[in-house]
């Protein structure tokens, strides 16, 4: 085990020398900024080479595609973490279970999820893409699309019947987003959850449509108003952060 712990080591400040040169550099340069054996080093090299995180060219090796993706990986989980670390921090601001969601090639998508056992989120009990006419999540998000794309959505997901409150055919549905300001909160009591209402806040973020939202317990509806706005307040002071992170 000791000697596999450091045969990656010595992989990993190889690859660490290699990324410092945007052009690559040779076999002889990498060892010794590595501080390796030149054998060493050629061993590793090819052996890196053959799985993908280097490339040959030209005498000189330059990072490879399994690189890349490595590196993408990292950076997507720091993009998740960042967002996470952000929705607990406005759960902890409003006191209700927060949501940040996206509308990503033709489907909505919920990309986290902040609720503690006190505060629990909606339980998700029918498919949130399917049923995006019904929850204040998906209003928020269709309502920022044109009427072209909207209409492509209901097309692959109709308006349906979830609970007793939920709008009933796409009549009702386009009057509702008619009356929708681009800017402004969606709401939405049992339409989804009986017993449960929702609250979203539309995001700009470029051409990406994004909505943060929270729900609460029927009993709680009064503290409805407070929350979103306290919700806005602080979406717009860490919206840079949402930003860097949508794209996750």
């Not at 402004?184 to 943060?212: F, H, K, N, R, W």
Request: glycine content about 8%; overall charge negative; hydrophobic content about 40%.
């Amino acid at each position: 085990m000791p000697t596999l712990i450091g045969s990656v080591q010595r992989a990993l400040r190889l690859l660490e020398a290699v990324g410092s040169h945007h052009e690559g550099a040779p076999a002889k340069q990498l060892a010794r900024e590595a501080g390796l054996p030149l054998p060493t080093a050629y061993h590793l090299l090819r052996t890196l080479t053959h799985e993908g995180y280097l490339r040959r060219e030209d005498g000189v090796f330059v990072l490879g595609d399994a690189a890349g993706r490595l590196a993408g990986g990292g950076l997507q989980q720091k993009r998740r973490s960042m967002i996470l670390d952000s929705l607990a921090h406005f759960r902890e601001v409003v006191g209700a279970p927060v949501y940040f969601a996206v509308y990503r090639e033709g489907e909505i998508e919920v990309v986290g999820v902040s609720d503690t056992p006190a505060m629990p989120a909606c339980e998700e009990w029918a498919d949130f893409r399917r049923t995006g006419h019904a929850h204040a999540i998906g209003q928020c998000l269709l309502g920022q699309l044109d009427e072209e794309a909207r209409q492509d959505h209901f097309d692959r997901h109709p308006v349906e019947s979830v609970t007793p409150y939920t709008v009933r055919d796409m009549r009702a549905m386009e009057q509702r987003f008619s009356a929708m300001r681009r800017t402004q909160p969606v709401t939405e009591s049992q339409e989804y959850v009986l017993g449960t209402v929702c609250a979203a806040i539309p995001i700009t973020a470029g051409d990406t449509v994004a909505t943060m939202a929270i729900s609460l317990p029927l009993h709680q509806k009064g503290r409805l108003p407070y929350a979103v706005d306290r919700l806005r307040s602080e979406v717009g002071a860490l919206l840079s952060t949402l930003s860097f992170s949508i794209s996750i």
